[in-house]
């Protein structure tokens, strides 16, 4: 299964951007879908899941202002992300779950200026 993540860049401290994760595979069969992120140096951590029946988790950091989103006619999952703040600036990954295993997309980069 290959994730194909897109949708980084530079923003203002405010401003939005919305991150693409397509699958190879049908989403459908994907148990869980997620963003992660990574700065260096540090662990991943879980910004946002949403399972195959649609419910959803957020890191408290990030609550009111991500929302994560899941098409299966596309295999693809989403964040969007608004409110962007300067500590949000991290190297972005998304995950899906299969039967068959966990797999990772490569990670897009995500810049908050202040």
């Known amino acids: 299964v290959q994730l194909q993540a897109s949708g980084g860049g530079l923003v203002q401290a405010g401003g939005s951007l919305r991150l693409s994760c397509a699958a190879s595979r049908s989403a459908e069969s994907a148990n869980v879908m997620g963003w992660y992120r990574q700065a260096p140096g540090k662990t991943r951590e879980a910004v946002a899941v949403i399972t195959c029946g649609g419910s959803t988790f957020y890191a408290d950091s990030v609550k009111g202002r991500f929302t994560i989103s899941r098409d299966n006619a596309k295999n693809t999952v989403y964040l969007q992300m608004n409110s962007l703040k300067p500590e949000d600036t991290d190297i972005y990954y998304c995950?899906?779950?299969?039967?068959?295993?966990?797999?990772w997309g490569q990670g897009t980069q995500v810049t908050v200026s202040s």
């Open positions: 995950s899906a779950k299969f039967p068959s295993g966990n797999y």
